[in-house]
Every structure is written in C-alpha cells, then in structure tokens.
Nanobody, 121 residues
C-alpha cells in the first residue's frame, strides 16, 4: 500500500552534482527505512544509502561515502539523495525503496520506477 515516486535524474559531467527525490504515499507509518539502490547495465543491483525515518540515522556504501548524503522532509514524506563529486562509475539507474520493518539491510518491500543518472567524463 506504499507508492514511491522518483525524480531528479539526468546527465551531468564528472565532478558535478545532482539531487534525487523520492516521495512516498500510502500508509508508511513512522518506523520505516527509505533506501537508494542503483543498477548499472550488466551488473547486479547494489545498495547506495538509507535513512531511518524516525531517528534520521543514515547509512552509506563505502563507494559513495563522503560524496553522497541523504535527508528527509517530514511534511512531504520525501527523501533526497544529494550526489556530489560524481564519477563516471556512478552511472546507473537509481531506485528508491522502502522497508516498512525499519531495518536498513531490508528486505525492502516497495520500489520506485527508477531514474537514470549518467555521468560523462
């Protein structure tokens, strides 16, 4: 009963920045986790970042630590992924996900449609 709507993907040069948004609707409650995953062509889906909605605790993959950051807008039921110092290897389809159980490792039950991020060199 949770729907996720993503936006903010696009084309950017290496070293540039993008901000992705994910708006959630439906009965999410308060104790849940919002996460970002990405999948490049021919590769497996990988975890990028997550935020605990109630505590605002964040988690990041080592590959993006120090460059990406997550935040939330309580009133809008929206999370953001600020991506700085982008590299060509960040190119992927980025997916927003929600784990109603509140564990950042999942299982993530709800998924967005994905938004393309392309970083040129």
């Amino acid at each position: 009963q949770v729907q996720l709507a993503e936006s903010g993907g696009g084309l950017v040069q290496a070293g540039g920045s993008l901000r992705l948004s994910c708006a959630a609707s439906g009965r999410t409650g308060r104790s849940f986790v919002m996460g970002w995953f990405r999948q490049a062509p021919g590769k497996e889906r990988e975890f990028v970042a997550a935020i605990e909605w109630k505590t605002v605790t964040t988690y990041y993959a080592d590959s993006v630590k120090g460059r990406f950051s997550m935040s939330r807008d309580y009133a809008k039921n929206t999370v953001y992924l600020q991506m700085n110092s982008l590299k060509p290897e960040d190119t992927a389809v980025y997916y927003c996900a929600c784990d109603p159980g509140g564990g950042y490792r999942g299982p993530y039950e709800y998924w967005g449609q994905g938004t393309q991020v392309t970083v040129s060199s």
